[in-house]
């Protein structure tokens, strides 16, 4: 298991036992670095509904703002999604920090973390905004 940010991919996620899980747009190996999951918590392909953690890698603006309000409706009522993207991109179709973040609050998302996922890629951790 590869070690970035706090620990263990799987930590860093915040991924639990008995935990479901969605992967969307995963660069090619990027499952083998949080294997193995803790026990009972299992992918699921075609789960819209119930997700405990999502993790979704986008390399485009337009991908994030057409994707993002179907994974909020997929959350667990206290699901997260992690949106992955590639720091200091140069690229100005790519979504960056601040992007993302006015992209979550359209929707009444909020992020609440951010991490180093690999060598390449960062995440936010978007979860609801808390009500007052």
Do not use: H
């Not at 993302?100 to 995440?123: C, F, H, P, Q, Y």
């Amino acid at each position: 298991m590869s070690r970035f940010s706090d620990g263990p991919l799987t930590t860093v996620l915040g991924i639990r036992p008995g935990m479901k899980l969605k992967l969307v747009s995963a660069p090619e190996g990027f499952i083998e670095l949080i294997s193995p999951l803790p026990a009972g918590a299992e992918w699921l392909s075609s789960a819209k509904t119930g997700l405990d953690v999502t993790v979704f890698f986008a390399s485009r603006k337009v991908e994030l703002v057409e994707k993002l309000p179907s994974l909020a409706q997929g959350m667990a009522v206290t699901g997260t999604i992690w949106v992955c993207y590639i720091p200091g991109s140069e690229n100005p179709a790519a979504p960056n920090e601040e992007f993302i973040r006015l992209a979550a609050l359209e929707m009444g998302l909020v992020d609440n973390k951010r991490a180093v996922l690999t060598s390449k890629w960062a995440g936010l951790r978007l979860v609801w905004r808390p009500r007052t």
